[in-house]
């Protein structure tokens, strides 16, 4: 169920006996997107989407039909309707309307070498997909790839991050620097084709490129850099590091990591003027996308799940779950039940785990961690659980950290 930051929360309900119910973590959202109707968030395990005019809820998991656990990045496509999916081990689905479909090939492909997807740029019957080995071509209507563009010096590998495309060329930001292609060469897929753009003298990697107002925008650093004429001049520099940029209704969306308090989510314009600073703690933390829908914004955070700006006020979209997996001592006790989230290597050294134990009673989840109790700051890598049959109260061991012990 939804949980807004100001309301209560409502149970869970429960499936079909026989049926399998998923417990994924929800409280980290890495990526989001949006159809017009709905907003869709990528969590590292599983999606969920957001009805934009009810706010109702929809989980979406392996067990309701996605092919894989493990997202790593999104992409809705409004004009043919179909929502792109990349998972970790770079496999690829297309949620439809008349259902999913499966593109397992870059997964299966004999390749030595980074094969994870970082973007996605959909354009009609292609959608071209940035990953560690340089640009896919898919066929979006066949369900194929069509092509595969290595772009890197010599032909080899490049790990490419984002890909855009204006009226004359396509470009592509690449661990090598900012590459561009004619959009009339008769064969992008033959490096010679591509040019290696000077921006700022040398060619320092390129992590994210745009179409912004018929001018391409390039991130190189922390700062970004516009077209102008026939070269270069400075669009955009915070001061804090840039997680990622996002090109939406307009404006670009500059996702910026900082100290405590300090992260935020900057609007541009696309004459570099600002239309809005996005910041409050608690809500974003580590901001990793953010969206425009109208006067709306949406971002997506690491560490505080989704949450609505409207009017320089926000809402957080958490749902019902543990806030992570649980890879210690699991436990069932007076109809309760409990998972430790921490564990220890192979050698027995700490492992730095902070998301603590969780419980799970009466539909509810409840996490007990230094995020929710800062007197369990300091507290790490839980491994063991214990209820006492006197009172049912818990107990909990973290490796070298001591004993926690939860009244029930």
């Known amino acids: 169920m939804l949980l807004w930051v100001f309301s209560a929360a409502g149970q869970n309900t429960l499936p079909p006996i026989g049926s399998w119910r998923e417990h994924l973590p929800y409280g980290s959202t890495i990526d989001v997107t949006a159809s017009p109707n709905k907003v869709y968030a990528a969590t590292p395990y599983s999606l969920f989407s957001v009805d934009r005019a009810t706010g109702e809820v929809e989980r979406r998991s392996k067990i309701s039909g996605l092919s894989e656990v493990g997202i790593g990045t999104i992409e809705f496509d409004v004009p043919t309707n179909k929502l792109f999916i990349a998972y970790t081990n770079s496999n690829i689905d297309v949620l439809t309307a008349n259902g999913l479909k499966n593109l397992p090939d870059l997964k299966r492909e004999n390749i030595t070498g980074d094969k994870a997807v970082y973007h996605f740029y959909p354009a009609g019957e292609r959608c071209y997909v ?22 890197g010096r010599s032909g080899g590998y490049v790990k490419t991050y984002m890909f855009t495309a204006d009226n004359t060329h396509y470009y592509a930001a690449t661990e090598e620097g900012l590459k561009r292609v004619p959009l009339s060469a008769p064969n992008p897929a033959d490096f010679r084709a591509w040019q ?42 915070g001061g804090l590091p840039i997680v990622s940029i996002n090109e939406s209704e307009g404006r670009l969306l500059v996702s910026q990591m900082g100290g405590t308090g300090n992260a935020q989510v900057v609007a541009l314009n696309a004459d570099g003027t600002t239309a809005a600073v996005l910041r409050q703690r608690g809500v974003i933390e580590f901001p990793r996308k953010a969206i425009a829908l109208g006067a709306e914004y949406w971002v997506a955070d690491q560490y505080t799940a989704l949450s609505r700006w409207s009017g320089g006020v926000s809402e957080q979209f958490r749902l019902n779950s543990p806030e992570d997996i649980a890879t210690g001592q699991l436990l069932v006790a007076n109809h309760t039940f409990y998972a430790a989230a921490g564990s220890v290597n192979s050698s027995w050294n700490y492992l730095y785990n902070r998301s603590g134990v969780y419980q799970f009673r009466e539909g509810q989840w409840t996490n007990y961690n230094g995020f929710h109790y800062p007197q369990l700051t300091d507290l790490m890598d839980f491994i063991t659980v214990a209820v006492d049959p006197r009172d049912q109260s818990l107990w909990a061991g973290s490796f070298g950290g001591g004993l926690l012990h939860v009244k029930a």
């Open 130 to 151: 940035s990953t560690g080995i340089g640009v896919v071509v898919l066929h979006t209507e066949r369900y194929e790839i069509n092509d595969t563009w290595l772009i």
């Open 196 to 237: 290696t753009v000077t921006v700022t003298g040398g060619t320092p990697p390129a992590k994210g490129v745009v179409t912004l107002g018929g001018r391409i925008v390039v991130q190189q650093n922390d700062s970004l850099f516009v077209q102008s004429g026939g070269g270069w001049q400075l669009f955009y520099a």
